[in-house]
């Protein structure tokens, strides 16, 4: 059993966030126990902002506080960022290793500053989402509710808080957080018109850091019974690459055939090409309920290094 978060030396909190719709009515919550809680939202927003929005408010509502914090969070996009690339992206400006805008960086910056003086008394921890974990699943239910209630357009449940916190969600205003861009909205100057461009577009997105970075937008890309065979040999499934997946180091994809295998197959072959390393790489794409207006998913990849 987890200490309470007003006697404990170490404060175990788990953070998460939910988006009904990515974008769309979305939640954050974090949770300690049944009397110290907190969620917010927006009516429109996506799970990532969700996702840094929790672990935000949690910093800033225990900011008053001695206590080391220990933080369980299923986001490692949230982890990687706060422990791993925020300096470099603090560094450049702000920017990626691609040189583009770090996504919702009003948060990032936040973010920042509530870590400020704390690195060395703030630890995270990655939980598998939805596996049973007591803490995450009780935030994870606070922050759907938080969602829904906005998609019912009512306000939701702010919670109790930390007791004698001097903050009160100063940063869950809709003007501290970045919408995120679609699929494809960084990929093409024009919007896919053929299924063949749709595929490539899609294939081109999982390569993305703002999709790798969310596990719900890759979700929606990779059938259900998807596979893929590694470079190594490793035959991965569907649950493994969700869980592993995350942002990564930029990938330029250069299309050697699109196939029509059939009206609801196609047959993607590209050579990745990512530092200094060439790779060969086919995915098949299959189109869900036999009908032009079916949603292409990707059903198996493999990829072979080049010499």
């Not at 470099?88 to 960086?105: A, E, F, I, Q």
């Not at 974990?133 to 306000?155: I, P, T, V």
């Amino acid at each position: 059993m987890w200490p309470s978060c007003q006697d404990a030396p170490v404060i175990y909190a788990a953070a998460d966030g939910s988006a009904l719709g990515n974008p769309g009515p979305a939640g954050w919550a974090w949770y300690v126990d049944d009397g110290c809680w907190a969620s917010g939202g927006w009516p429109r927003g996506t799970n990532n902002m969700g996702e840094l929005m929790a672990v935000l408010d949690l910093l800033q509502q225990t900011a008053h506080l001695d206590d080391d914090l220990h933080v369980y969070c299923d986001s490692k996009y949230v982890i990687d960022s706060v422990t791993k690339w925020m300096a470099g992206w603090k560094r450049k400006g702000w920017k990626k290793g691609d040189g583009k805008p770090v996504l919702n960086v009003e948060l990032m910056k936040a973010l920042d500053e509530a870590m400020d003086g704390r690195r060395d008394r703030v630890r995270f921890e990655w939980v598998k989402g939805h596996a049973g974990h007591e803490l995450n699943e009780a935030a994870d239910r606070r922050a759907n509710a938080a969602a829904s209630a906005y998609q019912r357009g009512a306000e939701p449940d702010a919670g109790p808080g930390f007791s004698g916190s001097s903050t009160s969600h100063p940063a869950a205003a809709v003007g501290q957080v970045e919408e995120e861009p679609d699929l494809f909205s960084d990929l093409e100057d024009v919007a896919p018109t053929t299924d063949e461009e749709h595929v490539v577009a899609m294939e081109r997105a999982l390569l993305t850091d703002e999709v790798r970075g969310d596990r719900a937008a890759v979700a929606a890309l990779l059938h259900p019974a998807w596979q893929e065979v590694g470079r190594s040999g490793r035959l991965w499934s569907r649950d493994d690459m969700l869980d592993a997946i995350g942002p990564g180091e930029p990938v330029r994809l250069d299309v050697v055939s699109v196939e029509r295998v059939d009206r609801d197959t196609i047959l993607l072959v590209w050579r990745a090409l990512a530092d200094g390393r060439s790779t060969l790489r086919s995915s098949l794409w299959v189109r869900d309920g036999g009908t032009s207006g079916g949603r292409w998913q990707q059903r198996f990849h493999q990829g072979t290094d080049e010499p």
